[in-house]
């Protein structure tokens, strides 16, 4: 009975094990380390009301759809070497009323725009609208699964977190 039941484990384990069909298609060729890799983008861009206070910038290729865009406005400098930058969307009060740098993303492009509830923007000195410095980070969606916290609103905190080389920005015109 022993020597009958063995037999017909043997048998049934050869019986259950599966075929295996044709390999399927190759997937896309990620990065050599097996890392997604953020990317940044700089752009320097001028608004007035023949572009409707705003810059559309072209993403190519194309984000994924769990990506996640962060723009950052190059505040100041304290010297050629140390940029100051702000996370956007940032206010900056005036006498004349409040200034929004402000921006929205799709898979696609993404919109810099200048806006304000109380403020003639045709009217605001060129500081403010000409040649302003954009840092465009895009931060892979696969990030928050296993991320550790981090302060987005701080420009280095985020190129460390996620291992940009800032030698390789890509500079758009």
Known sequence: MKKILLLLTVVAAFAFQGCEGPEGPQGP????????????????????????????VPLNPQI???????????????NPTTP?????????????????????????????????????????????????????VIVPGYFSKNAQPVDYSDYNAVIKAYNIDESKIKVLK
């Open 84 to 136: 100051i930058w702000r996370l956007m969307p940032q206010t900056v009060q005036l006498s004349e009323g409040d200034l929004l740098y402000n921006f929205d993303f799709t898979r696609s492009d993404v919109n810099i725009f200048l806006s304000s509830a109380d403020l003639d923007l045709n009217m605001l000195a060129p500081q403010w609208t000409q040649n302003q410095t954009f840092r465009i």
């Open 29 to 56: 060729q990620g990065p050599s380390d097996g890392n997604t890799i953020s990317e940044v983008f700089e752009v320097t861009r001028s608004f007035n009301a023949g572009n409707n206070f705003g810059s559309i």
């Open 64 to 78: 994924y759809a769990s990506d996640v865009v962060l723009v950052y406005l190059l505040w100041d400098t304290v």
